[in-house]
């Protein structure tokens, strides 16, 4: 069994091993970012965060949470999940549902259903949730 080392060559054109301390000494140790630079690197970018549209609440499209989605169909506002997956059986019939949620859009509450086609095609649809009409998302 050989053991391979590795080695360099010196100036005089000899072979002599490498030492791992011999390399971690070269390393050059850089001073660690000072904090006022990175509190100015976190301030810009978190100022960038801010959508557009959050001052304006009014076009805000949320989803709502499980207990609201739970309470909207109990109180009859929107039909429920199975309700609306099966409209849209009637035009998206090889389509795949991927992920359902319940939203407002536009005052009103839509399930937007993401769909895997049979050709691996990614669609969103929304349906709405007080009627079962279908729409495809652009």
Do not use: W
Not at 17 to 33: I, K, Q, Y
């Amino acid at each position: 069994m050989r053991r391979s080392r590795a080695s360099i060559v010196s100036e005089n054109g000899r072979f002599s091993p490498v030492r791992s301390g011999s390399v971690h000494r070269r390393a050059v140790n850089t001073p660690p970012m000072p904090v006022s630079r990175i509190l100015l690197a976190v301030l810009v970018l978190g100022a960038f965060d801010q959508p557009a549209n959050a001052a304006d609440p009014s076009r805000q499209d949320s989803c709502l949470t499980k207990a609201e989605q739970r309470a909207a169909v109990d109180a009859n506002r929107a039909i429920s999940l199975a309700q609306a997956i099966k409209s849209l059986r009637q035009y998206r019939k090889h389509s795949e549902v991927v992920r359902a949620r319940l939203c407002r859009h536009d005052e009103k509450l839509v399930y937007v259903l993401t769909l895997l086609g049979r050709s691996g095609k990614v669609v969103d649809a929304t349906v709405d949730a007080v009627n079962g009409e279908f729409h495809t998302s652009p």
